[in-house]
């Protein structure tokens, strides 16, 4: 299904041109507008789903092979010294735009810096909890 009230549907389909840094059947892959890094993308499906929960399996299974893809050729072409892969799913996750999408992000050498988590801890019985709740939906 493409949705025709979806700027990612949009662009992924060719509705509202963008660049592609790669494109197929299933799958455009574009540059972020608001880059966190130079060359900052966005692995777009070209059917909507709304985010990871909803993605076709079939369509997932591409997403990680192709992020390595992209993630090599900014390594020597752009020269960042790694990436990292970031994937939001739902608001209080940072979700803006509601089309399962792939950041991936060039790091280099010098910056710029990005926000990282502060570790936290956890106990034995909350951890014994977590598998409990967790693995009996699954
Ligand atoms: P999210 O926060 O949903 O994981 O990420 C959405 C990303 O899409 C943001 O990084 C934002 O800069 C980018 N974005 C939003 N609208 C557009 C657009 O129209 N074109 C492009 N190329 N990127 C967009
Ligand atoms: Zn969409």
Redo the contacts with the bound molecule.
């Keep these: 299904m493409v949705r025709d009230d979806c ?2 549907c949009k ?1 992924a389909n060719g509705v ?1 041109p ?1 660049a592609a840094l790669y494109e197929d059947d299933d799958f455009k892959v ?7 890094s130079k060359g ?1 993308a ?1 692995i777009l499906p070209k059917q909507h789903y709304q985010d990871l929960c909803e993605l076709d399996e079939a369509v997932g299974t591409r997403v990680l092979g192709l992020a390595a893809k992209l993630g090599k050729a900014m390594k020597s072409g752009l020269g960042c010294a790694g990436f990292n892969l ?3 799913n739902g608001e209080a ?6 089309h399962f ?1 792939m ?1 991936i992000i060039p790091r280099y050498e010098g910056g710029p810096e990005m926000v990282a988590w502060k570790p936290g801890s956890v106990d034995p019985e909350e951890a014994e909890q977590i598998v409990e709740e967790v693995t009996a939906r699954m």
């Design positions: 700027i990612f662009i509202i963008a574009i540059l972020d507008a608001g880059p966190a900052h966005l970031v994937q939001n996750a940072g979700q803006t735009v509601k999408h950041h």
